[in-house]
């Protein structure tokens, strides 16, 4: 399964989002994220049900762990400007693709 996010391809069997200048290997919980903000592109993602879809009911994992994957992933996806991902107050995160 692959997913095109402005100028990158994102692999996600092999965890793999790439350009034609960079490749990077995403660990299992940015990938998942990743995947799930795909699969609501363009769309509000609520934090609990990424929560939800990606931890379970693991109650070690905090919120604020998910925030640093989110940063992680806008830096990922920095060189290409018409990428973002917003942060919904209080709701949840939304991929934004413009064309």
Request: contains cysteine.
């Amino acid at each position: 399964l692959f997913y095109t996010i402005g100028i990158y391809e994102f692999d996600v069997k092999n965890q793999l989002l790439s350009s034609k200048n960079e490749q990077r290997n995403l660990t299992k919980k940015e990938a998942r994220i990743l995947t799930y903000l795909c699969e609501h592109k363009n769309d509000i993602a609520p934090r609990e049900l990424i929560l939800k879809n990606i931890w379970g009911n693991d109650d070690y994992f905090s919120g604020r762990s998910m925030d640093v994957f989110i940063s992680k992933l806008r830096k990922y996806l920095a060189n290409d400007d018409t990428i973002t991902i917003n942060n919904i107050h209080g709701v949840g995160f939304k991929l934004e693709v413009k064309s």
